[in-house]
């Protein structure tokens, strides 16, 4: 099977549609846990399956560094390596020039870390990025590029629009494998003109897909959903759209209802590490003294293993006694959430109900009225 994407159904900008790969078909909207070491934290392969995870991400930048592209590449590629023979995705190392900004030099060759577990210098160029890619075997790459910070001058933003234009086109030229998907990704930050510039010129190389980036980094709300709506505006209809880095429900819900197809963020699994568990109804911290007797499930309407067998009593007390058991319950748990808050949007969209599916979340979400920047999002998709 090789790569193809189809839009099977759709209501407004909200699309349902399927991805073909060559490790497997995937429906769309979906959400990709992030497995930066090649591992989701916490938890095994069988437990992600189970729960529905259909596409795991993996990073370019860690993978380099240990234990190597070489080593991944003789053991099978991350499939053969991990035992997930379901679809990866690998970044290409650029959002790690924004988050290891304090060890890293910008320059028109590549980017050049001094890395956080020895202080060696690494160098990051769009060829090494692409060949690490093909090493590492992932079904869809990225294309190497410039994540800018937020705040950040119309200058520098300028400036890293078009660096990472430069690079999009050494990235597509240092490209080999014809069994990967490398998709391009436009910046531009939350400037309107430079946004739709950078698509533009990103679309003109006919990709198989593209990514919305450079957003989420810090950026109020009411300034990051004009820009998703600009953006799959001018995307292809027919390509998948990966809005990076994004993994809040309320996000998703949004971004769904604005036309994109794909999410990642370690947000669910770096949550439950903290002791937290995903709600419609938002965040519950089970480290609370309130729930050390409370006999329910951490949510009724969830069929994850946690919900299913356990108590918020229960793993109130594996928090509170620091016990592993309690912070993979709780990652296991909000995997699934964000995992079932996209398969309800897909039926959602199939029954042509994505307004009313959002306003009851947001009902739940926020019972007291939805934040303007929400409501702002579905008037802008025709949902409200």
């Not at 990967?180 to 003109?204: H, M, N, W, Y």
């Not at 390509?239 to 370690?266: N, S």
């Not at 519950?284 to 969830?302: F, Q, V």
């Amino acid at each position: 099977m090789g790569f193809k994407f189809y839009v099977e159904t759709s209501q407004n900008k909200a699309r349902m549609g399927r991805l073909e790969t060559p490790h497997g078909a995937v429906p769309t909207p979906l959400f990709m846990p992030v497995g930066t070491q090649a591992t989701v934290k916490g938890l095994s392969n069988r437990e992600l399956a189970e729960v529905g995870s259909q596409i795991v991400l993996g990073n370019t930048y860690h993978l380099l560094l240990r234990p190597g592209p070489e080593r991944v590449a003789a053991l099978g590629g991350l499939h053969g390596f991990t035992g997930w023979r379901r679809p990866w995705l690998t970044d290409s190392g650029g959002f790690q020039v924004m988050s290891l900004g304090h060890r890293r030099v910008i320059s028109e060759e590549g980017v050049e870390f001094s890395n956080h577990l020895n202080g060696d210098r690494t160098l990051l160029t769009p060829e090494r990025s692409i060949a690490v890619q093909e090493q590492l075997g992932a079904d869809v790459i990225m294309a190497f590029d410039e994540c800018p910070p937020y705040p950040a001058s119309r200058d520098y933003l300028k400036d890293s629009l078009e660096r990472t234009l430069r690079w999009l086109e050494r990235s597509l030229a240092a490209k080999t494998r014809s069994d990967q998907a490398l998709f391009g990704i436009a910046q531009g930050g939350v400037e309107p003109d430079l946004r739709r510039r950078s698509t533009l010129e990103t679309i003109k190389f006919g990709l198989p897909g593209y990514a919305i980036g450079g957003l989420a980094v810090g950026e109020p709300k009411e300034k990051m959903y004009p820009v998703v709506d600009l953006s799959t505006d001018l995307l292809p209809e027919d390509r998948p759209r990966y809005l990076m880095g994004v993994g809040h429900p309320e996000d998703l819900v949004a971004g769904v209802a604005l036309g994109v197809d794909m999410f990642d963020c370690v947000y669910p699994t770096r949550t439950g590490r903290f002791g937290y568990a995903l709600t419609d109804g938002g965040r519950l911290n089970l480290s609370a003294a309130r729930y050390k007797d409370d006999p329910e499930p951490i949510d009724s309407g969830c069929d994850c293993y946690a919900c299913r067998n356990h108590s918020r009593a229960y793993v109130n007390h594996l928090v509170r006694a620091g016990e592993m058991l309690g912070l993979r319950l709780l990652s296991l748990h909000n995997v699934r959430y964000l995992h079932r808050l996209m398969e309800r949007a897909r039926a959602a969209i199939a029954a042509g109900a994505y307004g009313e599916f959002a306003r009851e979340f947001a009902s739940r979400r926020w019972p007291q009225g939805e934040p303007e920047w929400f409501a702002d999002a579905m008037r802008r998709a025709g949902m409200w």
